[in-house]
T-cell receptor, first 114, second 117 residues
Framework: GENVEQHPSTLSVQEGDSAVIKCTYS??????FPWYKQELGKRPQLIID?????GEKKDQRIAVTLNKTAKHFSLHITETQPEDSAVYFC?????????????FGSGTRLQVQP | EAGVAQSPRYKIIEKRQSVAFWCNPI?????LYWYQQILGQGPKLLIQ????????DSQLPKDRFSAERLKGVDSTLKIQPAKLEDSAVYLC???????????????FGEGSRLTVL
């Protein structure tokens, strides 16, 4: 089955700096890669996703890049703000080719220092 | 619209006791998932339903865990007997379609936190 590795486990940045979280996956058949944000005591929520037919996707201050050859994808947050502090999870699945559920990484705790 | 509802929010039991969790997905969502989230880890899939049929239960410890989704709506997850290592948050999620489709976004409930003493 799919295995998703996520690094770093914790990340502390100053407000306004950029943050980068990296994930690798094992199953070359995976083609859908979402990122979820989980604030303390709350449920995970989707913030951005990317499919294997594109290499990069942006949504305001967040972007995700995908390298299919190397089987890794990254989340980039620019101009970080205190409200970005949360745990971020990457995930992977064989989306449109099957019915496989998401396999999640172990999470990155991001702390944005004001 | 109403989100995914789960109950109870918290449960404390002793090892070897049993516990049941309930989930009501978003109306119209065909796919329902149960994930186990141990403190400091990512969610791990236990079981996936499509309507009232099981799609994937390969990681469900079937000697002690069971789940059902009668009538393709509500679902229950049961643990009997519980072990110390079952202490975790049990997250229910639902989606209109399957991952990767435009309708595949997972909507999570607030979770049921289980402590096994």
């Amino acid at each position: 089955g799919e295995n998703v590795e996520q690094h770093p486990s914790t990340l502390s940045v100053q407000e306004g700096d950029s943050a980068v979280i990296k994930c690798t996956y094992s199953d070359s058949a995976s083609n859908y890669f979402p990122w979820y944000k989980q604030e303390l005591g709350k449920r995970p929520q989707l913030i951005i996703d990317i499919r294997s037919n594109v290499g990069e996707k942006k949504d305001q201050r967040i972007a995700v890049t995908l390298n299919k050859t190397a089987k890794h994808f990254s989340l980039h947050i620019t101009e970080t703000q205190p409200e970005d502090s949360a745990v971020y999870f990457c995930a992977a699945s064989q989306g449109d080719t099957g019915r496989r559920a998401l396999t999640f990484g172990s999470g990155t705790r991001l702390q944005v220092q004001p | 619209e109403a989100g995914v509802a789960q109950s109870p929010r918290y449960k404390i039991i002793e090892k070897r006791q049993s516990v049941a969790f309930w989930c009501n997905p978003i109306s119209g969502h065909a796919t329902l998932y149960w994930y186990q989230q141990i403190l400091g880890q990512g969610p791990k899939l236990l079981i996936q339903f499509q309507n009232n049929g099981v799609v994937d239960d390969s990681q469900l410890p079937k000697d002690r865990f069971s789940a059902e989704r009668l009538k393709g709506v509500d679902s229950t997850l049961k643990i009997q007997p519980a072990k110390l290592e079952d202490s975790a948050v049990y997250l229910c999620a639902s989606s209109l379609g399957t991952p990767g489709l435009n309708t595949g976004e997972l909507f999570f409930g607030e979770g049921s936190r289980l402590t096994v003493l």
